[in-house]
């Protein structure tokens, strides 16, 4: 049985309920609990007592965003890749001591209602928050923190949007690059597994793939590209599918370390000799990439720096507020390195 008390938090009332109780948006809400002058006085007072009888507790919120010096910001994540959220987390904890902020870590997933996640942000007096993948890529999630007055960065989408900052690579051109290495080697079938659907950059990493074999003037076939969800077993099942074919790949390029690890493993099992009867390269160079053998040719894309930059934004961000101005929007795309490594060879 759930103690009381669990059950008591869980209903709770929310900064969407007083919303919906005043019949105002949850910014105006949330506006209204950091003291902002721009609110008018009628609509001020229906909060105020939409707040009353629903006995909702917004003081911790206020007292974040409403003068105060602390400053504390959120990282939520939802990230299957164990490798990716290290080496993310290194760089925003790093950035976060520099810029003298609190950063206080986050795990969402898809049983918890969006408005839930951000109303206990509020409470916990977060300024704003970083959303790493796939989160950088959740319309509601980020609709949501809009909606409650909270500034975010988005890390690592392969669309920036218009009305929030973000800092990405261009995963086009990056893997534009690795599939014409594989090209330039002499490699003509080329296996591919696509990152997850729900992340913008998965789509731009098979648009350059694409872009990569028409320019070498290689029909597509469909038979090589596969389906995985940035996970090992995700990566597992697609290579087992592309090494089954009758015709395999002399190379697979997968959309990150970790199914491109996966795939490495199934070569072997099947008898493969990497490189030599197979080429296999990885995207991201986490730290997976040089703790398997062999050690994997892959992109480097800067995750620590891209966490950096991404805290770094957030509090100019959230500085220029406290100060009554706002700033607009920046969208940083930083380099990215194609590293060779042992996995990858010239075709039998």
Not at 6 to 27: F, L, Y
Not at 123 to 143: E, F, S, T, Y
Not at 306 to 315: D, G, K, P, Q, T
Request: hydrophobic share 40%; charged share 25%; proline share 5%.
């Amino acid at each position: 049985m759930e103690p009381r008390s669990s059950r008591r938090q869980r209903n709770a009332p929310t900064i969407n309920d007083v919303a919906k109780h005043a019949g105002v948006s949850p910014m105006t809400v949330s506006r209204v609990i950091n003291g902002e002058q721009i609110v008018r006085s009628a609509t001020k007072e229906k909060v105020e007592a939409a707040i009353a009888a629903l006995n909702y507790s917004p003081s911790a919120a206020a007292r974040s965003l409403a003068g105060g010096d602390e400053t504390r910001i959120g990282l939520l994540y939802s990230n299957p890749s164990a490798s990716y959220l290290s080496e993310f987390l290194v760089g925003s904890l790093d950035q976060a001591s520099r810029s003298g902020v609190d950063l206080v870590v986050e795990k969402w997933d898809e049983e918890t209602a969006v408005g839930t996640v951000v109303d206990h942000l509020l409470r916990g007096r977060i300024n704003g928050v970083i959303l790493p993948p796939p989160l950088c890529d959740h319309q509601a999630m980020k609709d949501a923190l809009k909606a409650a007055d909270l500034v975010a960065v988005a890390v690592a989408t392969g669309e920036a949007p218009a009305d929030m900052s973000a800092v990405s690579i261009d995963d086009h051109a990056a893997a534009l690059a690795m599939t014409r290495h594989l090209i330039a080697l002499g490699h003509r079938r080329i296996g591919f597994i696509k990152g997850h659907p729900n992340q913008s950059a998965s789509q731009r990493r098979l648009e350059g793939y694409g872009d990569a074999l028409a320019e070498a003037g290689i029909a597509p076939d469909e038979t090589l590209v596969e389906q995985g969800y940035f996970t090992y077993r995700s990566g597992l099942d697609a290579a087992e599918r592309i090494l089954a074919l009758p015709k395999p790949p002399t190379a697979i390029f997968a959309s990150n370390d970790d199914m491109a690890a996966a795939a490495v493993a199934i070569a072997h099992r099947s008898g493969l000799d990497v490189p030599g009867d197979l080429t296999v390269c990885g995207f991201d160079d986490t730290s997976l990439a040089t703790t398997i053998w062999p050690e994997l040719t892959t992109i480097r894309q800067p995750i620590s720096a891209m966490s950096r930059a991404a805290v770094e934004l957030l509090v100019r961000q959230i500085k220029a507020r406290k100060g009554k101005s706002e700033e607009k929007p920046s969208h940083l795309l930083l380099d990215y390195e194609l590293i060779r490594r042992q996995s990858d060879a010239v075709p039998h």
